[in-house]
């Protein structure tokens, strides 16, 4: 795994302020050694991964609010442990790339395995923090922290495994304590997309490992990188509802026009994340080695139709709920990056991809949306 992350101290961002991470990662690239990083890291990583597990995401508000502070606390230990390996990189001194980089304060540079462990552990910890508050259902929580999980084990090379574990009792801060509530919204507007970007660069890891053993004829080692990659994409609405979990109407007024002209040079949009590019050229690449039909795949290989066909629903998924994500933020809007040819809206636009994803996927998975498929290539033979 090669991408890393660093919380810092609390920087102004265009008109939003006091957003304490910057995430900093380099390209992945599959079949790296699994990291060794020594007894008290792989002791605490384990500890941090039972922890995830462990968490109540639909307990009463009050017992969740306590999991969750203990699960801040255990990875805030297996984030002491790492570091006391080497420092962080102090990723404010590393420039933006692109506008989407300055924005999301998210950085490219060269790491080693410790590295990489410490700034995801950092970011994992950061949005630990954050959702000890944040109003997520306890599905999306299930599924962030399944992600989260996923990703200390991958970056620390920690094997898991099974078992109880004493964790401190943490105090709860008193009602009505910590800063305003507009500001945890701005940062969690940022934390939530860092998270989602460390489930990308995770995921485009796993998708490029399973995809070089079937090259290589490693079938069992494939389903095993298949099922780590469904649990990132299964974790990439839940992250972005994480970011979203603001009222639609302080994103209206205070958080949209930050990420237009004249805030920014360019209008921001997914498209310009990178992390996600990296994914989404994993996928292709793992497609064009498993191009079966799911049918045609079954018959020969049963286990790999079902854990590809887990990974692609968890991709039309994500295209699905983003759709509805955007509808409960904009309603009709325009989006702020369309195209003037597009459609009339964000939804609209957000739409037209799911259908196209869908219409791709259609034959590839088991219950696949064949009404769209035939009406998408009605409309390309025409």
């Known amino acids: 795994m090669e991408c890393s992350w660093r919380n810092t101290s609390t920087m102004g961002l265009h008109q939003i302020v006091d957003h304490p991470a910057v995430a900093v990662f380099r390209e992945p690239r599959s079949g790296r050694p699994t990291p060794t990083l020594g007894p008290r890291v792989e002791a605490e990583a384990k500890r941090t991964a039972r922890v995830l597990a462990g968490v109540a995401t639909h307990a009463r508000p009050v017992e969740r609010t306590a999991v969750l502070r203990q699960a801040t606390a255990v990875t805030g230990e297996l984030v002491s442990a790492l570091s ?16 989407s980089q300055s924005y999301f304060r998210v950085r490219e540079v060269e790491l080693s395995d410790q590295q990489a462990a410490v700034h995801g552990a950092l970011v994992i910890h950061r949005g630990l923090e954050d959702l000890c508050d944040a109003p997520l259902s306890g599905a999306d929580l299930a599924l962030e922290v399944a992600g989260m999980r996923q990703a200390v084990l991958d970056l620390t090379g920690a094997a898991p495994n099974a078992g109880s574990d004493l964790v401190p009792p943490v105090a709860l801060p008193e009602p009505g304590a910590g800063p305003p509530l507009e ?12 998270v989602h970007v460390l489930f990308n660069i995770c995921a485009a890891v796993a998708v490029a490992d399973a995809t070089r053993q079937m090259r290589h004829g490693d079938r069992d080692a494939a389903l095993l990188r298949l099922a780590d990659a469904t649990v990132y994409v299964r974790g990439f609405p839940a992250a972005m509802t994480h970011a979203s979990t603001i009222p639609s109407d302080y994103y209206m007024t205070a958080v949209r026009h930050t990420m237009a002209p004249p805030s920014v040079d360019v209008p921001l949009s997914g498209r310009q994340h990178r992390g996600y590019k990296l994914f989404r050229a994993a996928m292709k690449d793992l497609l064009a080695v498993v191009p079966d039909s799911y049918q045609h795949l079954a018959a020969r290989a049963p286990e ?47 739409r037209l991809m799911r259908h196209r994803r869908a219409a791709q996927y259609a034959s590839l998975i088991r219950f696949g949306d064949h009404y769209i498929a035939d009406a998408v290539a009605g409309l390309r033979h025409a």
């Open 84 to 99: 006391a390996l080497a420092p962080a990189v102090a990723g404010e001194g590393v420039p933006a790339e692109s506008i």
């Open 183 to 194: 500001r945890v919204w701005s940062a969690r507007w940022l934390i939530g997309h860092q």
């Open 304 to 350: 790999l139709a079902e854990a590809r066909g887990a990974l692609l629903e968890a991709d039309l998924v994500d295209s699905e709920r983003h759709v509805t994500l955007a509808y409960s933020m904009v309603h009709l809007r325009r989006s702020i990056a369309q195209r003037p040819e597009g459609p009339d809206n964000a939804v609209a636009e957000l």
